[in-house]
């Protein structure tokens, strides 16, 4: 298994804001992935971090409004900027282990007023 | 591109009682499946991951099953306990380069 921080585990904040989420695994890897999940909702890949280059969006997520950084291969943080309602999700942090297993931090729910 | 389904969206049953979870998906060529346990509010919890050579994969009281030429998953929970009240995910990856397609979960609920 593979075990994975996430900072903060919920915040509230103010439309406009900008909140930055952090992930730290115990152990190095290449890749490190960001999902969110937006209430009632199944999980959406946002982008896949790769350390020591710019990290991969999926269609209809930009790194202006999701930057990502990756400076070494245990940690990772996203930004969510300049909030609005419709961000209010949990994201999760995610790594491969093993036989392509992925697992999952503890999440870091956000709610945007 | 991929889809994945799972039916019901949620469940309600008696502790106790066996029950089965199904998911499919769309594009048989599939490299794993992997099944998670999400409880409110949380992070995911990886329960089984079959491998697209594998049939099945067991641990304690679950029993997931594979059938790539119908394109189907079910997850058999056994002795179901009100622990076991939670959503569970059934994901599907195409490829060792892809990532997981998500389905959007069934919502199991166990009363005692």
């Known amino acids: 298994s593979a075990v994975i921080s996430q900072k903060p585990s919920r915040d509230i904040c103010q439309r406009g804001t900008s909140l930055t989420i952090q992930c730290q695994v115990d152990?190095?890897?290449?890749?490190m992935f960001w999902y969110r999940q937006q209430p009632g909702q199944s999980l959406t890949l946002i982008a896949t971090?790769?350390?020591?280059?710019?990290?991969?969006?999926e269609s209809g997520f930009v790194i202006d409004k999701f930057p990502i950084s990756r400076p070494n291969l245990t940690f990772s943080t996203l930004t969510v900027s300049n909030m609005s309602p419709e961000d209010s999700s949990i994201y999760l942090c995610?790594?491969?282990?093993?036989?392509?297993?992925?697992?999952f931090g503890e999440g870091s729910r956000l709610t945007v007023l | 591109k991929q889809e994945v389904t799972q039916i019901p969206a949620a469940l309600s049953v008696p502790e106790g009682e066996n029950l089965v979870l199904n998911c499919s998906f769309t594009?048989?060529?599939?490299?794993?499946l992997q099944w998670f346990r999400q409880d409110p509010g949380k992070g995911l919890t990886s329960l089984l991951l079959?491998?697209?050579?594998?049939r099945e994969q067991t641990s304690g009281r679950l029993n997931a099953s594979l059938d790539k030429s119908s394109g189907r998953s079910t997850l058999y929970i056994a002795a179901s306990q009100p622990g076991d009240s939670a959503t569970y995910l059934c994901?599907?990856?195409?490829?060792?380069?892809?990532?997981?397609?998500f389905g959007k979960g069934t919502r199991l609920s166990v009363i005692a």
């Open positions: 971090a790769n350390q020591g280059s710019e990290a991969t969006y």
């Open positions: 594009d048989s060529a599939i490299y794993n």
């Open positions: 079959i491998q697209s050579s594998q």
């Open positions: 152990s190095q890897v290449t890749m």
């Open positions: 994901a599907v990856r195409n490829s060792g380069n892809t990532p997981l397609v």
């Open positions: 995610s790594v491969y282990r093993g036989p392509g297993e992925l697992f």
